[in-house]
């Protein structure tokens, strides 16, 4: 008979292809939210309420809180070992903050001096280029956020030794702190870290309860549609209004809701599972190429919204793959730009 333990490890395999598409999936959200951006201010510029900006607020509630959920179902497969803590904080000081150190000021110097940027650089400073480190700037904030959220578990394993009841508090903890505390703490991404830790709890949770059977019911998932999907109107619909953000009580419940959904869905593809694993460098260096998209286009004389995209979402995908491919070859550039050892020849 197989133990509860070795049990978890096989669901955990077959599970893996879905979890790669996901990556894959929020890899696609993540670039062309970057993408498009925000009227007038970031990104394409497209008018206030033109049909990419609106798909992309109402996904706004699925993007970054999928990366932190399928990060949660992750981590619970193995979680916290008492004895090696030290080297979990110190895999995640090198997966996460060398990366950091090395990628955010070089990707603030490219924005300011790019003449195109996709995201506007308002200081033009040493001093700002390395405020990215420690404070929230651009999409590097998720890196502190995520560091705060695997530290905040690490510590939580301390007092609480039963990983269930320790990710039930995490989603608690982290809920209250998201709703009723500032969404401006900028300070190493705080509210950041409140805003990802219930999505990452969440999907501990679920990784350690075992509930294929149940997300694989046809009616689970039709009714985790519906509601989805429902949540999407009222998102839609209510753009422009207050109480619909991040930081709302909705937000919440719709970025759970929009996670657990695409779980439930079972989903495996073959092109999302090959991007799904290079996610984290798809996200460390997708801006890069979306830059250099925008000043080639620019020059070109190339205006055409659907232009853009295409070749946005090409080159901001398939680039960091490239870079991620010649970054591995190396120690220390895979360490340094990668956050992880040289890929095994």
């Not at 009227?39 to 900006?53: A, I, K, M, Q, W």
């Not at 286009?297 to 491919?325: R, Y």
């Amino acid at each position: 008979m197989k133990t509860a333990t070795s049990q978890h490890a096989v669901i955990a395999k077959k599970g893996d292809l879905n979890l790669e598409t996901l990556r894959g999936l929020a890899c696609f959200l993540l670039v062309f939210g970057h993408l498009i951006g925000y009227p007038l201010t970031s990104g394409l510029r497209l008018d206030e309420g033109n049909v990419f900006h609106l798909f992309n607020v109402t996904l706004e509630h699925t993007r970054m809180p999928l990366f932190a959920f399928l990060g949660g179902i992750v981590f619970s497969f193995r979680g916290i070992v008492a004895g090696k803590r030290s080297a979990f904080l110190k895999g995640k000081v090198v997966r996460l903050l060398v990366p950091l150190i090395f990628v955010g000021p070089l990707f603030v110097y490219v924005q300011k001096n790019s003449g195109v940027a996709n995201i506007g650089v308002t200081g033009d400073s040493i001093d700002y280029y390395l405020s990215v480190l420690w404070m929230s700037r651009f999409h590097y904030w998720f890196l502190q956020a995520m560091f705060l959220v695997f530290s905040f578990h690490l510590l939580l394993s301390f007092l609480v030794k039963k990983p269930l009841i320790q990710y039930l508090l995490g989603m608690i903890f982290g809920s209250i702190c998201l709703i009723l505390l500032p969404s401006d703490i900028n300070i190493f991404s705080l509210s950041g870290f409140f805003f990802l830790l219930p999505f990452f709890s969440f999907g501990a949770l679920l990784g350690i309860l075992r509930i294929d059977d149940f997300k694989s019911d046809r009616a689970v998932k039709l009714v985790a549609i519906a509601i989805f999907l429902i949540f999407a109107y009222y998102k839609f619909e209510s753009y422009g209004s207050g109480g619909w953000g991040k930081d709302s009580l909705f937000g919440l419940i719709f970025g759970l809701i929009s996670c657990f959904m695409l779980y439930s869905l079972g989903i495996q593809n073959r092109i999302l599972i090959f991007i799904g694993n290079f996610s984290f460098s798809i996200y460390l260096y997708h801006v890069f190429f979306l830059a250099a998209v925008r000043v080639v286009l620019v020059k070109l004389g190339i205006t055409d919204v659907l232009v853009n995209i295409f070749f946005g979402m090409v080159m901001g995908i398939s680039g960091p793959i490239a870079v991620h491919v010649l970054l591995s070859k190396f120690n220390l550039t895979s360490i340094a730009f990668l956050g992880q050892k040289k890929a095994a020849s």
